[in-house]
């Protein structure tokens, strides 16, 4: 992959972590503020309780999307981005737009998906 391709991907990578950790920050402090503005009764309680396990939810999504990040970083580092781990063939540079964290080539993808894996 050319250099300048690879910086292209390196700046969106890590705009989408940027994007997360605000997010993941903005949730905690949305999570810290839940249930603080009086007196409730139990349907507000348990209302609240649903929007705090939601916002857990989308944090373990995140968490997700961030270890795929980091790991997309790393093999930039490496020399290794936009290499499938499957047959070790590049990945598609509009695969890549459409998903810069893709770690399989499209063929593989298609395969392990049959496969159920």
Known sequence: MKKQELE???KRLLKMREDILTKAKKLKEDS???????????ADAASNTYTADILMSISDND????????????????????I?????????EKRLEANPVARYCITCKRQMEQKGI
């Open 84 to 92: 499938c781990e499957e047959c070790e063939e590049k990945i598609s």
């Open 63 to 82: 968490l997700t999307n961030l270890k795929d990040i980091d790991g997309a970083l790393d093999k930039m580092v490496k020399a290794a981005y936009g």
């Open 32 to 42: 810290y503020n839940l249930g603080t503005d009086g007196i409730q009764d139990m």
């Open 8 to 10: 292209f991907f390196r």
